[in-house]
């Protein structure tokens, strides 16, 4: 009975495993093997409870049914070692598709670790590298306002005015100017070709 038992868990454990693996054809075949030998230990056990009565009954009177129930039990010892080693062989099996599975688990988390570890390096790259063009850009923003008349000389000659100066980027290809000369004050304001940083390169020429 512990034999059957033990092989009807084993067709449940790989049963188990067949599905966990998508291995839908083995899945089916060990649960068909489960069903099996779950009827036959249910079958086998009912048959040795009658059998139990039937000797019981029949011991004094029918010493050769003893002697047939005594072969019956060598028969079952010998169906019970060749089950034993097809448990240990499907155990055996069992245990080595289960480690191939782990080894390919394992395999693929280490290959995931490393490419999120190089998809990081390379964000950090890219952060630095934008970096750097921002500051270069600020600084450039910083020289083009330098060129620009500052307010004070607005407020100087045109006290009542002010500026509305918006450039689409962090620097701009448009500019104004003012020079004061003799009686003269003369204000410009210019749309350069482009934008960005190659506008406000013509800017600043």
Not at 19 to 41: C, E, H, Q
Not at 61 to 83: F, G, I, P, T, V
Not at 85 to 113: A, D, E, H, M, W
Request: some cysteine.
């Amino acid at each position: 009975i512990m034999s059957v038992e033990l092989l009807q868990q084993t067709h449940h454990v790989t049963v188990i495993i067949d599905t966990l693996t998508n291995n839908w054809k083995n899945a089916f075949y060990n649960l068909d093997k489960y069903v099996v030998y779950r009827d036959s230990l249910q079958n086998k056990q009912n048959s040795d409870k009658i059998l139990k009565q039937q000797m019981q009954y029949d011991f004094d009177k029918k010493s050769s049914l003893l002697e047939e129930q005594r072969e019956k039990e060598r028969q079952l010892e010998q169906a019970d070692k060749k089950r034993k080693n097809t448990i240990l062989s499907f155990t055996v099996l069992g245990i080595f598709g289960l480690i191939i599975f782990l080894i390919v688990v394992y395999n693929r988390f280490k290959l995931t670790q490393k490419q999120k570890y190089i998809i990081e390096q390379q964000k950090l790259i890219v952060e630095e590298k934008q970096k750097e063009i921002l500051d270069s850009i600020q600084y450039a923003k910083r020289i083009q306002q330098a060129i620009l008349p500052a307010n004070t000389i607005w407020q100087k000659y045109l006290p009542r005015s002010f500026v509305l100066y918006i450039p689409k980027d962090i620097v701009a290809g448009d500019f104004y100017w003012m020079e004061y000369s003799g009686n003269y004050l003369y204000v410009a304001a210019a749309d350069c070709t482009g934008h960005g940083v190659p506008g406000a390169l013509v800017s600043v020429v």
